[in-house]
């Protein structure tokens, strides 16, 4: 179980750096200006700026539940896929409900 956790910890982390710099790059005008749809920028806005916030709290409980012998650790350090998971499905409803296409919220460069 601790190569697990110690997985996921390492995913969690580095996977919570990528969101804060794309969150950071999501602020600049450059990128604001390339997207056609401001609600799925808001929903992208949302993801990247709560996971690392969320997978912080997640992995902590983890290991947490690990040194107090919890059966519940492994599913503590994966309950932060979950935001992603569903901050991926209103990014797609959004998306899709804005002009009825997917994938079309950002405009070509």
Known sequence: MIIILAAFTLFHLVAGVAALGLAMRLLTREETDQWRSMRAL???R???W???AI??????AAWRAYDA???HAVLLVLSPL???LVMGLV???VDFADDGVLGNARGRE
């Open 42 to 44: 808001l929903a992208a």
């Open 46 to 48: 949302l993801l990247c």
């Open 50 to 52: 709560i996971y690392p």
């Open 55 to 60: 997978a912080f709290v997640g992995v902590g």
């Open 69 to 71: 012998m919890s059966p």
């Open 82 to 84: 979950l935001w992603l």
């Open 91 to 93: 990014f797609a409803i």
